[in-house]
Nanobody, 116 residues
Framework: QVQLVESGGGLVQPGGSLRLSCATS????????MGWYRQAPEKQRELVAT???????NYADSVKGRFTISIDNAKNTVYLQMNNLKPEDTAVYYC??????????WGQGTQVTVSS
């Protein structure tokens, strides 16, 4: 059973930074894509950023230039560096992993709150 464990969420002021981590229980190279999604209260879950095993990245327009997704294969961990955070970034952030077969796994989520 694959497990994804997120960490790094918290409360930060507008303009601040956070780095989210997602550790996988297996080899991260076994996944075709890794990604981060978020869900704000009373809103649908939305894509934030994805990265393929080949290193190609994709970002939501709302986070381009502020967020960076990366992978550390040696640590089986995917990161989301979030800079210049805004109140509208407040949400529960979920780690996602997909295999070529399209089997999908989700983490339990980590809360990010941007508020003064």
């Amino acid at each position: 059973q694959v497990q994804l464990v997120e960490s790094g969420g918290g409360l930060v002021q507008p303009g601040g930074s956070l780095r989210l981590s997602c550790a996988t229980s297996g080899s991260i190279s076994s996944f075709y894509t890794m990604g981060w999604y978020r869900q704000a209260p009373e809103k649908q879950r939305e894509l934030v950023a994805t990265i393929t095993s080949g290193g190609s990245t994709n970002y939501a327009d709302s986070v381009k230039g502020r967020f960076t997704i990366s992978i550390d294969n040696a640590k089986n961990t995917v990161y989301l560096q979030m800079n210049n955070l805004k109140p509208e970034d407040t949400a529960v952030y979920y780690c996602n992993a997909k295999r070529l077969s399209m089997t999908t796994y989700w983490g339990q989520g980590t809360q990010v709150t941007v508020s003064s």
